[in-house]
């Protein structure tokens, strides 16, 4: 790639300690106001708000053209005329969105009958499209020199002043629209800052043929790709949904999202530094041993993270959570084993668009879809025939496990000429894992008496400080 300086370790290391340090603030800061906004409002609330988010997300990778991907890799990526064009097709790619997720709203409305005001929210959600669009392009150039610093900042700022909006609603109202309004005020104050905390920039509406047609045949085949991505990562909890009631679903929100809380740290920075770190990387003499080195650590890494959290996860949602929002114990290790191979997966996923080869990634996206949709038909036999007495969330999990690991096993075949695989890293790292499990697993009992004996007490204060108040009240 012309124009683009090699990554040095030390910019790369720099580069991954500002994401884990703003993401781990940014995830740490949405566990916490989901933890506030738990004892404010009832599961079903937030059951509601994941469908909506699911319809966005949906609507977003159906419609995504990989603009933000094309300006990290594109030679023309810091040039005026190109960022307004590519500005220009955002915004046109959001007012279709938005009024796809209007149409949409109807239907939703009928397939989940339950969840009251799920059309309205959907319709207002839309717009959350067009609000994202107005940001500056800026937050797509930082991407491709890792000046993430900035960039971080203005995340967790957005995200601050989005949980203040949210609990304050909810100090006064029960309602899912609570944490829509919690989502604009995010968007908004993200849109808004761009233009004063990045680079500066000013759009213009530009629509250059030239880099239209560079959009469009990057994109073209991302437009598939991205829609099969959606499917096979998260078109099971629609699955979800239908099978649970919103109180349920909103119970599985939230312990999901509890055990993403530090993973999902590692795949931001998985997303945000592998990419661009493949494009320099990609065809070098020294590719395969970089790469390795860092899938290792960052595997490693999170592989002993979700092992404690498939330990004592369960324990924790007992201990902060109200009952309300209590699981049966089987579902955190369950979403921990399917998300490590999910992360394995996620690894070398970007390889093929690091190669400039769009279509062998749609293909990938294609076939992992397949894996999905064979896995799901497998699992309804086999729940009839070998899993009558597994709870169906269980069996579920236990299927998205399958998948994520025949996922993993498909990417590997279709990047297996790249040569930048090594099967001895990969067998370290699930060695090593298991060997975490194995240690939490012994220091568990005594881990957990002495956070009862500490916890209960100052659980019992609270109560009846919380009693007491009431009374006088």
């Known amino acids: 790639m012309s124009n683009r300086e090699k990554f040095t370790g030390r910019k790369l290391l720099s580069a991954i300690g500002v994401i884990f340090a703003s993401d781990g603030a940014s995830q740490f800061l949405r566990f916490f106001s989901n933890l506030a906004l738990t004892w404010l409002l009832v599961p079903k609330c ?46 046109v790619r959001s007012f279709l969105l938005w009024g ?23 319709c207002a959600a839309g717009a959350l499209a067009v609000i994202d669009a107005l940001a500056s392009m800026s937050v797509h150039t930082v991407y491709r020199r890792l000046e993430m610093g900035r960039l971080s900042l203005l995340n967790i700022v957005s995200q601050v002043i989005g949980a203040a909006v949210s609990i304050v609603l909810a100090c ?8 829509a309004g919690g989502m604009f005020a995010s968007a908004a104050s993200r849109s808004v800052l761009s233009y004063f905390m990045l680079t500066p920039y000013r759009p213009v509406l530009r629509w250059a043929p030239v880099y239209v047609h560079d959009l469009w045949s990057f ?14 990562g998260k078109g099971e909890l629609f699955f979800v949904g239908s099978i649970l009631t919103p109180e349920e679903f909103g119970k599985y929100g939230i312990t999901f999202m509890l055990v993403q809380t530090v993973p999902m740290i590692f795949q931001s920075a998985t997303g945000r530094v592998l990419y661009p770190f493949y494009c320099t990387e990609f065809g070098t003499d020294s590719a395969r041993r ?41 579902v955190v290790p369950l979403i921990c084993l399917g998300f490590f191979f999910n992360m394995m997966n996620m690894t070398f996923s970007s390889l093929p668009l690091a190669a400039g080869e769009s279509r062998r990634y749609t293909l990938i996206q294609f076939l992992q879809v397949v894996a999905l949709i064979v896995t799901l038909g497998a699992l309804a036999l086999s729940k009839k025939i070998w899993l009558a007495d597994v709870s169906l969330l269980d069996a579920f999990l236990i299927a998205v496990f399958i998948v994520s690991f025949i996922k993993y096993v498909m990417l590997l075949f279709c990047i297996r000429h790249y040569r930048l695989y090594s099967f001895k890293a990969d067998a370290m790292i699930c060695a090593g894992v298991l ?39």
Do not use: C
């Open 435 to 473: 060997l975490a499990v194995g240690l939490f697993w012994l220091i568990h009992d005594p881990v957990m008496d002495v956070v009862n004996a500490v916890w209960e007490p100052l659980r019992e204060s609270v109560m009846n400080l919380k009693a007491t108040l009431k009374g006088v009240k």
């Open 46 to 91: 937030f059951g509601t708000i994941i469908l909506v988010n699911l319809v966005r997300q949906a609507l977003e990778m159906f419609a995504d053209v990989g603009i933000g991907t094309h300006v990290v890799r594109s030679a023309d990526g810091e040039k005026k005329e190109y960022l307004d064009t590519a500005w220009t097709v955002q915004l």
């Open 290 to 330: 970089r790469i390795t080195r860092l899938r290792v650590i960052l595997m490693l890494s999170l592989g002993v993270v979700l092992a404690g959290m498939g330990v004592f996860g369960s324990d924790l949602i007992r201990l902060l959570y109200k009952e309300d929002y209590w699981m049966p114990l089987s």
């Open 100 to 122: 796809l997720a209007v149409v949409s709203a109807w239907p939703m409305t009928l397939r989940y009958p339950e969840h009251e005001g799920l059309g309205g929210l959907i």
């Open 172 to 179: 006064f109202w029960r309602s899912p629209w609570v944490l």
């Open 219 to 232: 994109g073209k085949w991302i437009f598939v790709a991205s829609a099969l991505t959606f499917i096979s």
